[in-house]
Each structure stands twice: as C-alpha cells, then as structure tokens.
Nanobody, 122 residues
Framework: QVNLVESGGGSVQAGGSLKLSCEVS???????LAWFRQGPGKEREWVGS????????FYAMPVLGRFYMSRDTINNILTLEMMSLKIEDTGMYYC????????????????WGQGTQVTVSS
C-alpha cells in the first residue's frame, strides 16, 4: 500500500504562483506519477505525468509551459510548480501513482491522494 498526501494548495491571484507537494509513503522511484485536477462543475482532468525513470514530465495543453513536475527520490516527494496561474486553474488537485514505467490521462492509477484546493482569483 502506498499513501499519497498532497499539500501546498491555497488562494492566489491570477498571474501568481503556487507549489504543490505530494508526499509518497514509499518507493517513489518505482512508480509513474501524475497530477489531476477537478474544477467546480467540471470533470476531473489530467494535468501531467512524470514517468518512472524520467526527469522531464508530460503535460496537458492548458498547462504546458506554466506547470512543472519534479520528483525528490530521497524524501519521496512529488512537486508541481505552477506559474502564471489563471482563474481556470482553480480546482482540487490530486496526485496519483501507479507501479509501472509510464502513465498518462488514460492510465488506471492504483493510488490517489485526498487532494489539495487551489483557488485563483482575479
């Protein structure tokens, strides 16, 4: 069993930045990791993935060039740095993990966190 705990959410003005963290209970290097989000009245959408042996993530078009994922294998922490935030980035952000090399929006993730709320205002 792997537990995921997100933190770092909050309220920020449009154009600002936030850094989310996802603490992975164990073996972060053995998993493909991803972030998802769900805005008010919207379906959950994939934000990006970080493959098991990669340091460069893959991102959804709406966040490409603004969001960056990284992995700290010593402390078992997945980070999502978000810049130039837009009102439409508002939502609950979830990290997810699966014990395989690669993952994307269509992957069946084994582990999910409880989420952290991000609110972007004008």
């Amino acid at each position: 069993q792997v537990n995921l705990v997100e933190s770092g959410g909050g309220s920020v003005q449009a154009g600002g930045s936030l850094k989310l963290s996802c603490e992975v209970s164990k073996n972060i290097g053995d998993h493909c990791l991803a972030w998802f989000r769900q805005g008010p009245g919207k379906e959950r959408e994939w934000v990006g993935s970080l493959y098991q042996r990669r340091t460069v993530g893959f991102y959804a078009m709406p966040v490409l060039g603004r969001f960056y994922m990284s992995r700290d294998t010593i402390n078992n922490i997945l980070t999502l740095e978000m810049m130039s935030l837009k009102i439409e980035d508002t939502g609950m952000y979830y990290c997810a993990a699966v014990a395989q090399d690669s993952c994307d929006r269509d992957t069946s993730y084994t582990y999910w966190g409880q989420g952290t709320q991000v609110t972007v205002s004008s």
